[in-house]
């Protein structure tokens, strides 16, 4: 090939869409699409029109319609006049994921014998792009502002004990470009929205072993967490309690519950193979 041969239209192509993080080779855009219809239900939206659907993921209507009517015909939505509603399949798609943890089964048990011994709220979590995804939980009915919480949500990893720890064991690097690609928005007045205000967070987990978090997500909600580690040392997951206490200070929440947390922690990573 000729040194002075300019790159090809389709070379150019690979290119540009790798950039932009979506290949145009290898990509399948009715995938994304169907994904895209799925992900637009939700506990506000547990039925949508045609219509609906269109607005809420950017594809037209005619797009949308043949989109509902492929996930109707293979059993993962199911239509009422002229809404969609979701049908009970879809939960095979997060079951897969949680099904391939070889931690799950125990990271459930080890955060439901963890709430049953300290009486609050405890749960495991991964990092998912900017957030961080509960893959196990367990409540008290006491707090009734962490209702909303369950298996499978998704809460900002900047402002949560849970995301801290992972952020915290990230290689540098990684956590500078973590740190300079994301948004954090204001949930509270106490929310650290600033780089330089994280950063000063996570320098203080590493130092610390352990990340708490006070009222940056909810008013009155603190959380303290641990990372969980594999056999090489290296974090796979963080494990937290919440509390909604007016009075319970840093102080306070970390000799009550620490202890209890970082044994939680072992005994998950002592489930894992070698």
Same mark, same amino acid.
């Given at each position: 090939?000729?040194?002075?041969? !300019? ?11 790798? !950039? ?7 990509? $399948? ?5 169907? @994904?895209? /219809? ?26 949308? #319609?043949?989109? @509902? ?32 943890? %070889? ?9 439901? !014998? ?9 749960? +495991? ?7 961080? +995804?509960?893959?196990?939980?367990? &409540? ?8 909303? #919480? ?11 004990? /849970?995301?801290? $720890?992972? @952020? ?10 973590? @740190? ?8 509270? %007045? ?14 203080? $987990? #590493? !130092?610390?072993?352990?990340?708490? +978090? ?7 909600? #603190?959380?303290?967490? /641990? %990372? /969980?580690?594999?056999?090489?040392? $290296? ?13 319970? =200070?840093?102080?306070?929440? =970390? ?15 002592? &489930?894992?193979?070698?």
């Amino acid at each position: 090939m000729s040194a002075n041969r !300019k790159p090809s239209n389709d070379s150019q192509a690979r290119k540009e869409e790798a !950039k932009a993080g979506r290949p145009r080779f290898g990509f $399948v855009q009715s995938l994304e699409r169907g @994904l895209a /219809v799925i992900k637009s239900f939700g506990a506000e939206n547990p039925e949508r029109t045609v219509a609906d659907v269109a607005q809420a993921t950017g594809i037209d209507r005619f797009a949308a #319609r043949r989109l @509902l009517l492929t996930l109707e015909s293979i059993g993962y939505v199911e239509r009422v006049g002229r809404h969609y509603r979701l049908r009970p399949q879809t939960l095979q798609l997060g079951y897969a994921y949680l099904s391939s943890l %070889p931690w799950w089964h125990t990271a459930q048990r080890v955060s439901e !014998k963890l709430t049953a011994q300290i009486g609050v709220s405890s749960a +495991v979590g991964v990092l998912d792009h900017h957030d961080v +995804v509960y893959v196990a939980y367990a &409540s008290v009915q006491r707090f009734p502002l962490l209702w909303n #919480r369950s298996v499978g949500i998704h809460l900002p990893a900047a402002t949560t004990a /849970v995301g801290r $720890v992972l @952020l915290a064991a990230l290689p540098k690097e990684e956590a500078d470009n973590w @740190l300079s690609s994301v948004v954090i928005n204001r949930y509270t %007045p106490r929310t650290r929205t600033d780089r330089a205000g994280v950063e000063k967070a996570l320098i203080e $987990v #590493r !130092k610390n072993g352990f990340a708490f +978090v006070d009222q940056e997500l909810e008013v009155g909600l #603190r959380t303290l967490g /641990v %990372p /969980v580690v594999n056999k090489r040392g $290296v974090a796979i997951a963080g494990l937290s309690v919440s509390v909604m206490d007016g009075h319970m =200070t840093s102080g306070l929440l =970390t000799k009550r519950y620490l202890k209890p947390l970082q044994e939680a922690s072992r005994e998950i990573t002592e &489930s894992l193979p070698a």
